[in-house]
């Protein structure tokens, strides 16, 4: 049950359109990053039986819209902290403006309420891009989107995980022949851009912890990517089994509410659109 101490999560929305995962233990209840509106954000806990009032805080990975623009719009009216980077704070000052809950990320684990926060260095193309692990006992969830490869740093962290939410953003070939600009293709593609199917599909067959519970993915493009290439992606690296859920979240709307083991805990209450359900990669 939710509110017994456990460890619970949901990707809210991952994309280019906005991105936000909740993670709640102990009574305590993080966002990591608030590229959804305040009233979206609203919207979409309430379908998993949840109150945005119970938000204690905004975790900010790095300045870019997707992942910032609303942090300072839920920091105000929720009067809770945002978490922010010196160097994040600076590139994205516009949308802080009125807010004074801004502290300064911290480079070692910290705490809020019932549940630990360590913030991950990260490679990408923002000012001071972090991941992070949140932990309460024994448990850990790490967030790591927004990744142009996984270096020695984050493979150590995400070693650390029982849950992982994972960017699995594009295909290579999609992306080639797709409508982007080709500087746009090349900042897409680089090793500070968002890493592909396959490069995370073989990072993660690297180092994963034999015990991970669950692995959700995230942060697939919709132009340079399609759920069936990232399924086989995975399998073809992963195998069709594995010990551990594997999950796709999507843009439009929050996975379900998952416990540590990738169980369901809560469905939302709000219908999928037609040909989108939330499916296991295997």
């Known amino acids: 049950m939710v509110g017994d ?13 906005g991105n936000s995962v909740l993670v709640t233990g102990g009574g305590t209840t993080v966002l990591v990053d608030a590229g959804l509106s305040l009233k979206e954000t609203r919207t979409r806990m309430a379908s998993l039986g949840l109150d945005v009032e119970s938000v204690d805080a905004v975790l900010v990975t790095h300045e870019h819209s997707d992942h910032v623009s609303h942090a300072g719009v839920l920091a105000r009216n929720l009067r809770i902290p945002a978490w922010i980077g010196d ?53 850990t969830v790490g967030v790591f989107t927004d990744l142009g490869h996984v270096d020695d740093d984050v493979a150590a962290a995400i070693q650390r995980c029982d849950v992982l939410v994972m960017e699995a953003n594009h295909d290579p070939g999609m992306l080639s022949r ?8 090349r900042r897409v593609g680089g090793r500070h851009g968002h ?30 990517n399609h759920p069936d290439l990232v399924r086989r ?33 809560a469905e939302r209450d709000l219908q999928p659109a037609e040909g989108s359900s939330d499916a296991q990669v295997g």
């Open 5 to 17: 101490g456990s460890l619970h999560f949901s990707v809210l929305g991952s994309g280019s359109r």
């Open 87 to 139: 160097r994040t704070r600076a590139a994205s000052e516009r949308y802080f403006k009125g807010s004074e809950e801004t502290p300064e990320l911290p480079d070692s684990p910290f705490k809020i309420g019932a549940l630990e926060v360590t913030p991950v260095r990260k490679p990408h193309d923002a000012a001071e891009p972090v991941a992070f692990l949140v932990t309460r006992g024994a448990h």
């Open 178 to 185: 797709g409508p982007y600009p080709a500087h746009l293709k």
């Open 195 to 224: 890493i592909s199917n396959e490069d995370a599909a073989l990072a993660l067959a690297r180092s994963v912890r034999p015990d991970l519970r669950c692995l959700v993915l995230a942060h697939l493009s919709e132009s340079n």
């Open 233 to 265: 992606a995975f399998v073809d690296h992963l195998g069709a089994k594995t010990p551990y859920k594997r999950w796709i979240s999507y843009q439009e709307r929050a996975t379900p509410l998952f416990d540590i083991h990738g169980a369901v805990v």
